[in-house]
């Protein structure tokens, strides 16, 4: 199964910071990976698909980057509402696996 | 509105089985490929099984292979997972979701809890 290590595990930020949290892969999964922005008590919502294409309906704060084994996801400008858990998802290979989670926190 | 919902958590002891629904609205259920996903404060999520539109193609992780199967029925656009032999480490949050590589609709999820 192919791992997914996000980094941080956990961010302390403040309105209007730019913050960007780091996912990595045990092996090269090319450009197929998503992230996603979960509430407490809520489902995953889609925010980043096939590495850096915005879902429609998501600011355009939000961008992805990256190739390969290294990816990043990038909050331009961080609102109230940013402020949740960030999981990234690997659609290389089945089975399809998340990262841990990186929590987004108000500074 | 496209909206997932499910239905048919609750508590059951170990061995027992359950039966999971997902019933799709606002989208043409019979045109998508759909998952299942499982949550737990442990392992985070856990991707369990997806299945393509006609249902031909399925697949499975390993730690639910043999024990839980997925199903569909287009006509009532409703998708199952049928649970076996469950264990105390199936307990957590259920969720479908749709489509084939990237989930862009999740429904609210339904609990399971496996307990004596």
């Known amino acids: 199964d192919i791992q997914m290590t996000q980094s941080p595990s956990s961010v302390s930020a403040s309105v209007g910071d730019r913050v960007t949290i780091t996912c990595r892969a045990s092996?090269?999964?090319?450009?197929?990976l998503a992230w996603y922005q979960q509430k407490p008590g809520k489902a995953p919502k889609l925010l980043i698909y096939?590495?850096?294409s915005l879902q429609s309906g998501v600011p355009s704060r939000f961008s992805g980057s990256g190739s390969g084994t290294e990816f990043t996801l990038t909050i331009s400008s961080l609102q109230p509402e940013d402020f949740a858990t960030y999981y990234c998802?690997?659609?290389?290979?089945?089975?399809?696996?998340f990262g841990q989670g990186t929590k987004l926190e108000i500074k | 509105e496209v909206q997932l919902v499910e239905s048919g958590g609750g508590l059951v002891q170990p061995g027992g089985s359950l039966r999971l629904s997902c019933a799709a609205s606002?989208?043409?259920?019979?045109?998508?490929?759909m998952h299942w996903v499982r949550q737990t404060p442990g392992k985070g999520l856990v991707w369990l099984s997806r299945?393509?539109?006609?249902?031909?193609?399925?697949s499975y992780a390993d730690s639910v292979k043999g024990r839980f199967t997925i199903s569909r029925d287009n006509a009532k656009n409703t998708l199952f997972l049928q649970m076996n032999s469950l264990r105390a480490e199936d307990t957590g949050v259920y969720y479908c979701?749709?489509?084939?590589?990237?989930?862009?609709?999740w429904g609210k999820g339904t609990t399971v809890t496996v307990s004596s």
């Open positions: 979701a749709r489509r084939s590589y990237y989930m862009d609709v």
């Open positions: 606002g989208f043409t259920f019979s045109s998508h490929w």
């Open positions: 299945m393509n539109s006609d249902g031909i193609s399925i």
């Open positions: 092996q090269g999964i090319s450009g197929w």
């Open positions: 096939a590495a850096s």
């Open positions: 998802q690997q659609a290389n290979s089945l089975p399809y696996t």
